[in-house]
Nanobody, 129 residues
Framework: VQLVESGGGLVQAGGSLRLSCTTS????????KCWFRQAPGKEREGISC????????????YYEDSVRGRFTMYNDNAKNTMYLQMNNLTPEDAYVYYC???????????????????WGQGTLVTVSS
């Protein structure tokens, strides 16, 4: 199983980036998917997830409050690739971003995210003011 990310970089505030996560080694559409972000010295946090198994998230895409309305998560099953379109970026969006997949995804419990089996290598997003 391999997840390879791309698309990070430096962008000016107000700009956009699209992160890609190309996968191989498993059946892409059978896995549930999330994008996480991580600041130095902090835990990773989920910012967008798609889950068919969880009753709370089934039929909807989860977005963390700070990114809702600006970020869009979508997939291209034919390319085994997941994307995170990030618009109207601010310096507060500067993190390392990770794609992750597992057979089932659940909402965090008391702010703590459950373990995810497969992760990309991370891609750094820097936003200049």
């Amino acid at each position: 199983v391999q997840l390879v990310e791309s698309g990070g970089g430096l962008v000016q505030a107000g700009g956009s980036l699209r992160l890609s996560c190309t996968t191989s080694g498993f059946t892409f559409d059978e896995y549930e998917k999330c994008w996480f972000r991580q600041a130095p010295g902090k835990e990773r946090e989920g910012i967008s997830c798609v889950s068919r198994s969880d009753p709370k998230w089934r039929g909807n895409t989860y977005y963390e409050d700070s990114v809702r309305g600006r970020f869009t998560m979508y997939n291209d099953n034919a390319k085994n690739t997941m994307y995170l379109q990030m618009n109207n970026l601010t310096p507060e969006d500067a993190y390392v971003y990770y794609c992750t997949m597992d057979t089932s995804v659940r909402p965090p419990s008391d702010g703590v995210w459950y373990h995810m089996d497969h992760w990309g290598q991370g891609t750094l997003v820097t936003v200049s003011s």
